[in-house]
């Protein structure tokens, strides 16, 4: 499914973009389905929902994790063909499995996340690499204008750069290297290496940049099962329960922050 150019482009930078992977209807009925998403409540032992304070006092959400079992159509849409996965075994060069699911939300007034990689396994004190590809299925348009990632193309080769006990790079170490915009249209996807580093500004738009993040493992992996990490999640970063205090919110992770 992927060109030539496409998986050296993988090997050489870190990412790629596909364009238009959805066409208008299934884009459509993706934003509709993610909306349904965010009215969710909170739930002591399905889904994992995090949430913000906005400048002006507001609580919006922020994070939701574990949602595609509680979501048919969704999980269809998105699974049911198994496209994504067919891509992400081609770039990674073995069979796959899906390790979790994110949706992150940045509506305008959100956060953004300093700079890391998504290799979990440090700040989780795990022994094993969970993760190899991190697909982004995008919702809306996504740039530096409403909270876009910023990559750092290359150096995904060069493996753990050092970082606090959060998993933020150290700021000395995230200043010496050269970063750029990764920008989409609603219906793209976006895929790229654990090991690519990458962070968000806070949303000072009046657009969302709301995107879904399937993770993915090498089949051959010694990681954690999808059970398994859903519990490692709520036991190293819980969720918000039935009741919460605005004013203490839980972080979604150790790298988000606001300003």
């Known amino acids: 499914m992927l060109t030539k150019e496409q998986k050296s482009t993988w090997d050489d930078v870190g990412y790629i973009r596909i364009e238009s992977f959805l066409d208008l209807e299934s884009r459509d009925k ?7 998403v965010s009215c969710w409540e909170t739930s002591e032992d399905k889904w994992l929902i995090w949430f913000e304070k906005t400048t002006d006092g507001r609580r919006i959400i922020s994070k939701v994790e574990n949602f595609l079992e509680f979501n048919a159509p969704l999980r269809d ?10 891509i992400v075994e081609e770039l990674v060069g073995e ?15 959100s956060g953004g996340y300093r700079p890391h990689q998504d290799i979990y396994h440090i700040p989780h004190k795990l022994p094993d690499r969970m993760v190899h590809a991190i697909v982004a ?8 204008d409403n909270g876009g990632l910023f990559f750092s193309p290359g150096n995904h080769k060069k493996g753990v750069f050092p970082m606090d006990a959060g998993g933020v790079m150290y ?28 962070y968000s500004k806070p949303n000072k738009s ?14 051959s992996t010694g990681g954690p099962t999808r059970a398994e990490y859903n519990k490692l999640k709520r036991a190293y970063n819980p969720p918000e329960g039935k009741v919460s205090n605005i004013d203490e919110l839980k972080p979604p992770n150790g790298i988000f922050y606001r300003e």
């Open 30 to 36: 993706l934003s509709a389905l993610v909306a349904d």
């Open 77 to 86: 849409l998105l699974l049911a063909d198994h496209r994504i996965e067919s």
């Open 95 to 109: 069979d796959a499995r899906m390790l979790k699911e994110l949706l992150i939300f940045k509506y305008s007034d």
């Open 137 to 144: 299925i995008g919702i809306d348009d996504s740039g530096p």
């Open 171 to 198: 700021p000395e170490v995230a200043d010496r290297l050269a970063w750029e915009p990764v920008t989409w249209k609603a219906g793209d996807i976006f895929i790229f290496d654990d090991y690519a580093p990458h």
């Open 206 to 219: 009046e657009n969302s940049r709301r995107v879904i993040y399937l993770v993915f493992q090498r089949a």
